[in-house]
């Protein structure tokens, strides 16, 4: 046996079907005869026509084919049998024992892939079967590989380039994305001339760089008109000898995402300024300068006077266009070689921020003294003093303000920026309209802030203290589901003190904590009361202060109320706010972790309008992410509001929350909602915060008789 011809070898051949075509029956019994010696198994034909016959029916590897036959001659039958897909590339040798060029270059013509010479070389004729079949399999290999791989690079969003090292283009294939990048022109054969030059040199630097060190490099880059470009992640990859492989992918709907989370986590989103993250960034960058450079800084406190009055009037919306227009002013009013920070401005000299609701702050940077800051407090009281007209109505916004300096009443943000509050306090103690510049001797409250932390201090024990509940609708079943519980004071004397007031109040005393505990406690006791009354599960919602979080062991207060007032951990929610996130971010996630075992819901409440929290989200157990009420006021008007809305609610069905929206006031914005997929909406279209009583008598009495028929 040839040694060649080993067991395996002749199993792989016996796979294999060899066609073998001759009208001489003498020849085709000895190729038969080789051939099944080397383990083939061997079919045969006497002329073209039987050959088409069996190649049909057996399908054969290799077909070893005679010219000269009666009926059909070889020509033919390999025309025959190429002209069929499954014939394309079957290897067909022509036994012939014709040696001139006109014979050779009709068989290549008819499909030939070799010739195997007449007279035939019985010894070798299996070792030549062998490696034809050999070069068809890694023929068929490549082919399979080249179509996996075509249909790969067909399905990718990306536009591939081959690049050599001095930035000649030799190969182009088109993503499958819209925004793909265009295909070079005939003109444009080097990068030089396809990009343009800041692009062109980029990409330039970056391919020398793969070809020197052989690492990928990366960049992005942008093409088109400034006001709308289409952005690109360009990556470049070695490829051969000075070759190399340039990778690009349309990223802009990331970037724009980006920019849009950005601003969300940045910006405030009705007047476009600083919110209070950013702005303490820029306190810290004007505190480095001025020590620096010896200078001062003052930060500017401003409060807008009697403001709750607008919005409770004439409502929220009406109160957001107002502070727009104040907004504008105070940037009129600032130095000329100052300018308000926004998302498209880079200048450095001042930011002017919102806290949030009427409070507004600014940075004065390269003072010389006091009196460089007093001419700002001065336009800004002058400018606001103007009457401010808005939908035929017209009135007068007054402004207390609060001027602390750095380094005179504070040498950090957070010294600086209390005196500065304490300062505008006392502006409006003075009889508001005002500006105080911080001293030494300043009370840090006023008479009337001392009585109120005074009085707070008692309301508990007076039973001053009362929950008032605000309905939470739930959109699919337009049924209550839960409702939110809101701490209200009725003074002695004052009459209700609005929560706007006592809140932060409590904050500063170091009394939030046991008010947290308190409207806790009562408000499972409520749940009971109502599941007993009426046998409806009722969900509660509790709102948890950073101060309460981090300043008690929070999960065992709850789970100690829950206890207590004997209801399921499954009917609370807990509130939290976004400044949560400022401690550490494994300390907060552990003590969710223990309520949300404990079947307690999470909620991350006023979401966008503070510390951002968009790179926690996937962190924290959360179960629902509440939109604050600026971004569903005026939705229905304001395309910027909608869009934020509708991003929120997909980004929180993406991560599998619920969406609660708050400050639902108009049936165009529950429509609204409705329409983007929000669960939960609560707000004055659905009712106001009340007592127990009014709760009961407006919607658990009515759903508890429902709910009788139901069951009936």
Request: hydrophobic letters at 40%; aromatic letters at 8%.
């Given at each position: 046996m040839d040694p060649e011809l080993n067991v395996e070898t002749m199993v792989n051949n016996q796979q294999d079907v060899i066609l073998v075509v001759d009208d001489d029956p003498t020849l085709r019994l000895l190729v038969r005869a080789a051939l099944e010696k080397?383990?083939?198994?061997?079919?045969?034909?006497?002329?073209?026509?039987?050959?088409?016959?069996?190649?049909?029916?057996?399908?054969?590897?290799?077909?070893?084919?005679?010219?000269?036959?009666?009926?059909?001659?070889?020509?033919?039958?390999c025309k025959r049998i190429r002209a069929d897909a499954v014939?394309?590339?079957?290897?067909?040798?022509?036994?012939?024992?014709?040696?001139?060029i006109e014979s050779v270059n009709r068989a290549y013509s008819a499909g030939a892939t070799d010739f195997l010479p007449k007279p035939i070389n019985w010894s070798l004729i299996s070792h030549r079967v062998r490696y034809v079949l050999r070069a068809s399999r890694t023929y068929q290999d490549l082919r399979t590989s080249e179509a996996k791989n075509d249909a790969l690079l067909n399905a990718m969003p990306d536009t591939l380039f081959v690049i050599r090292r001095d930035g000649t283009i030799m190969n182009f294939l088109a993503g499958s994305e819209a925004a793909t990048m265009p295909e070079p022109r005939g003109d444009q054969l080097t990068i030089d001339t396809y990009l343009p030059k800041d692009v062109a040199e980029c990409w330039s630097s970056r391919i020398r760089a793969v070809i020197n060190?052989?690492?990928?490099?990366?960049?992005?880059?942008?093409?088109?008109?400034?006001?709308?470009?289409?952005?690109?992640?360009?990556?470049?990859v070695p490829y051969l000898n000075d070759l190399t492989l340039a990778i690009v992918r349309e990223i802009t709907d990331r970037k724009r995402a980006e920019e849009a989370v950005h601003k969300l986590a940045y910006f405030d989103t009705l007047t476009g300024l600083p919110n209070r993250q950013l702005f303490q960034q820029q306190l810290s960058t004007a505190i480095k300068?001025?020590?620096?450079?010896?200078?001062?800084?003052?930060?500017?406190?401003?409060?807008?006077?009697?403001?709750?009055?607008?919005?409770?009037?004439?409502?929220?919306?009406?109160?957001?266009?107002?502070?727009?227009t104040i907004a504008e002013r105070l940037d009129r009013c600032i130095r000329s070689d100052d300018?308000?920070?926004?998302?498209?401005?880079?200048?450095?000299?001042?930011?002017?921020?919102?806290?949030?609701?009427?409070?507004?702050?600014?940075?004065?940077?390269?003072?010389?003294?006091?009196d460089d800051a007093v001419a700002v407090t001065e336009r800004i009281r002058t400018e606001l003093r103007r009457p401010v007209e808005h939908l035929g109505h017209e009135f007068v916004v007054t402004s207390s303000i609060g001027v602390a300096l750095y380094p005179d009443d504070g040498e950090d943000i957070d010294t600086l920026?209390?005196?500065?509050?304490?300062?505008?306090?006392?502006?409006?103690?003075?009889?508001?309209?005002?500006?105080?510049?911080?001293?030494?001797t300043m009370s840090l409250r006023s008479l009337e802030r001392l009585e109120l932390e005074n009085g707070l201090r008692y309301a508990l024990q007076r039973d001053e203290l009362e929950l008032h509940y605000q309905p939470q609708i739930d959109m699919a079943s337009e049924k209550m589901v839960g409702v939110e519980a809101l701490l209200r004071w009725k003074h002695p004397e004052?009459?209700?003190?609005?929560?706007?007031?006592?809140?932060?109040?409590?904050?500063?005393?170091?009394?939030?904590?046991?008010?947290?505990?308190w409207v806790l406690r009562r408000a499972c006791r409520q749940v009971r009361k109502w599941q007993e009354k009426f046998g409806l599960k009722i969900d509660m919602a509790v709102n948890i202060s950073s101060q309460q979080f981090f300043h008690s062991d929070v999960a065992e207060v709850v789970l100690q109320a829950i206890f207590d007032a004997g209801i399921a951990p499954t009917s609370l929610q807990l509130e939290l706010t976004e400044t949560i996130l400022m401690h550490d971010v494994a300390e907060i996630v552990q003590t969710l972790n223990k309520l949300k075992k404990a079947g307690v819901s999470l909620a991350m409440d006023d979401f966008g309008t503070g510390y951002s929290s968009l790179s926690y989200l996937q962190q924290l157990p959360l179960d629902t992410l509440k939109i604050d009420r600026s971004f569903v006021a005026d939705l229905e008007n304001n395309k910027g509001n909608a869009a934020i809305c509708a991003a929120i609610i997909a980004m929180a069905h993406n991560l599998e929350l619920d969406v609660v929206a708050e400050g639902v006031e108009t049936q165009a914005q529950l429509e609204y909602l409705r329409s983007q997929g929000c669960d939960k909406i609560q707000g004055f279209l659905i009712g106001k915060p009340v007592t127990a009583t009014e709760i009961e008598k407006t919607f658990l009495q009515t759903a508890a008789t429902e709910s009788k028929v139901d069951s009936v």
């Open positions: 080397a383990g083939f198994r061997v079919e045969d034909a006497e002329d073209g026509e039987a050959a088409l016959r069996m190649f049909i029916k057996h399908q054969p590897a290799v077909i070893l084919m005679d010219v000269d036959m009666p009926k059909l001659n070889g020509y033919e039958a014939g394309a590339h079957v290897p067909i040798l022509m036994v012939t024992g014709l040696e001139d060190d052989g690492r990928p490099q990366q960049c992005e880059f942008q093409l088109g008109d400034a006001d709308a470009p289409y952005h690109y992640e360009l990556q470049i300068r001025a020590a620096e450079n010896g200078t001062k800084v003052a930060a500017l406190y401003v409060d807008l006077d009697n403001f709750k009055r607008i919005n409770d009037t004439l409502g929220h919306n009406f109160g957001d266009a107002v502070l727009q300018s308000v920070l926004r998302p498209d401005a880079d200048n450095t000299e001042l930011r002017l921020a919102r806290l949030g609701g009427d409070e507004f702050v600014a940075i004065l940077q390269d003072l010389e003294d006091a920026l209390k005196n500065a509050d304490v300062a505008m306090y006392q502006a409006k103690y003075a009889g508001r309209n005002s500006v105080r510049f911080y001293s030494g004052r009459g209700n003190i609005p929560p706007s007031t006592f809140i932060p109040l409590a904050e500063e005393c170091g009394l939030i904590t046991p008010l947290g505990e």
